[in-house]
């Protein structure tokens, strides 16, 4: 049971993925059963005896008839919506019919009651809230200009004295009706405002998280998981900064992995790209919780080592030179090697001023230089 209501739960905050047919549905699912409710209300209103002195009676009789017909009205939309998903799920035209239908009918239950009640408003000030949410703005937009042009007419209609306020209610003539009056409304207006309130709780925090996964994607690269070039390269930015006001220094690294255009042409891109994802498992694994490191580009990565110190620095990339230099890889094909960095680095212990472009290039000298001497090994920046 708590995986089902799970999945229910996830498709439901799913709605803006939703075609615009399926999003018409939601006023539909949203009406029928809500317009039942108030069928049983009527029904049992009607079996009570003092119902005179509660609502009026003929007007009630003929409100019940009026919505069997509206609830037949939503089925028949329904089924529609149901013909329409599997031919046009992108039309845009039943979304529109389904929202006029129920602005219209929204007015026509708010008028039952009293316009000017709160329940009534609480219903009309959060359907158009939600459904800016999920649906068409130009559907809601209309929609919302229908229940307007109702409210009104049907308003002045009453003030003036051409139509009677909430028909369908008796005038209270003691506390007991007046009672019965008031959770009368609350249980009209409950339904559509926890309906509205849950739907929208559930879609807001599947957008959050969606939002968060995209954000979060977007500064990690796909293939190591690591900050991409922009997302390592913003870090040092802040990084350079924090040191420019308070200190202490820190250190910049650029490393390389060795030959590594041989390991695409011998065995292939899918080996390159476990060695890519191994050297970067590898290195993480040996570096501090404060350090970051990040992909560059290519087989570049660049690493950000704060509050570190030349002797520092030095220490801990040897001992990430050794463990990559041990790391095994193994081919498709069942043969093996072992993998190697040469890394440059650059401290700014001498003038906290300096810029991170200024940085990297010291540190992408360094890198030259480690390549040129060998590879396989750790050269500091003069």
């Known amino acids: 049971m708590p995986t089902t209501l799970h999945s229910w739960r996830r498709k439901l905050a799913a709605v803006l993925e939703w075609s615009p047919v399926?999003?018409?549905?939601?006023?539909?699912?949203?009406?029928?059963?809500?317009?039942?409710?108030?069928?049983l209300w009527a029904y049992v209103v009607l079996q009570r005896p003092d119902r005179e002195r509660l609502v009026v009676v003929p007007t009630l009789e003929l409100h019940l008839i009026l919505c069997l017909a509206i609830i037949a009205g939503g089925v028949l939309l329904m089924l529609l919506g149901a013909w329409l998903r599997r031919r046009t799920p992108a039309s845009l035209f039943f979304q529109h019919l389904a929202v006029q239908y129920y602005a219209a009918t929204l007015i026509f239950m708010g008028y039952q009651v009293g316009l000017t009640e709160i329940a009534a408003g609480l219903v009309l000030l959060g359907a158009p809230?939600?459904?800016?949410?999920?649906?068409?703005?130009?559907?809601?937009?209309?929609?919302t200009l229908t229940?307007?042009?109702?409210?009104?007419?049907?308003s002045l209609a009453t003030?003036?004295?051409?139509?009677?306020?909430?028909?369908?209610?008796?005038?209270?003539?003691?506390?007991?009706?007046?009672?019965?009056?008031?959770y009368?409304?609350?249980?009209?207006?409950?339904?559509?405002?926890?309906?509205i309130l849950l739907l929208a709780d559930q879609t807001l925090h599947f957008?959050?998280?969606?939002?968060?996964?995209?954000?979060?994607?977007?500064?990690?690269?796909?293939?190591?998981?690591?900050?991409?070039?922009?997302?390592?390269?913003?870090?040092?930015?802040?990084?350079?900064?924090?040191?420019?006001?308070h200190g202490p220094p820190m250190c910049v690294v650029i490393l390389d992995l060795d030959h590594f255009k041989r390991v695409n042409d011998t065995w292939g891109h899918p080996t390159g790209d476990r060695v890519l994802q191994t050297a970067a498992r590898v290195l993480r694994e040996n570096l501090r919780t404060c350090d970051t490191i990040g992909r560059y580009g290519g087989e570049e990565f660049l690493m950000v080592l704060p509050d570190t110190s030349v002797e520092g620095a030095a220490a801990l990339l040897e001992r990430c030179r050794a463990a990559l230099a041990a790391?095994?890889?193994?081919?498709?094909?069942?043969?093996?090697?072992?993998?190697?960095?040469?890394?440059?680095?650059?401290?700014?212990?001498?003038d906290f001023d300096v810029d991170a472009a200024a940085l990297i290039k010291a540190a992408d000298d360094a890198l030259y230089r480690a390549k040129e001497n060998g590879r396989n090994r750790v050269e500091m920046a003069a």
């Open 22 to 39: 399926d999003k018409g549905q939601i006023p539909l699912f949203m009406l029928v059963p809500i317009m039942s409710q108030y069928v």
């Open 129 to 143: 809230v939600f459904g800016f949410i999920v649906l068409d703005r130009r559907a809601v937009w209309l929609g």
């Open 147 to 154: 229940s307007l042009v109702l409210f009104f007419a049907l």
């Open 159 to 182: 003030l003036h004295g051409h139509l009677p306020y909430a028909p369908i209610l008796a005038p209270a003539a003691d506390a007991s009706a007046r009672q019965f009056h008031f």
């Open 184 to 195: 009368s409304l609350i249980g009209f207006s409950a339904p559509h405002f926890i309906f």
């Open 207 to 245: 957008w959050r998280r969606r939002e968060d996964t995209i954000r979060e994607l977007s500064r990690t690269d796909v293939l190591t998981g690591l900050p991409n070039r922009r997302s390592i390269l913003e870090l040092l930015e802040k990084e350079t900064a924090r040191t420019r006001r």
């Open 327 to 350: 790391t095994e890889i193994r081919t498709g094909t069942g043969e093996h090697f072992h993998i190697s960095a040469s890394f440059g680095v650059m401290s700014n212990h001498k």
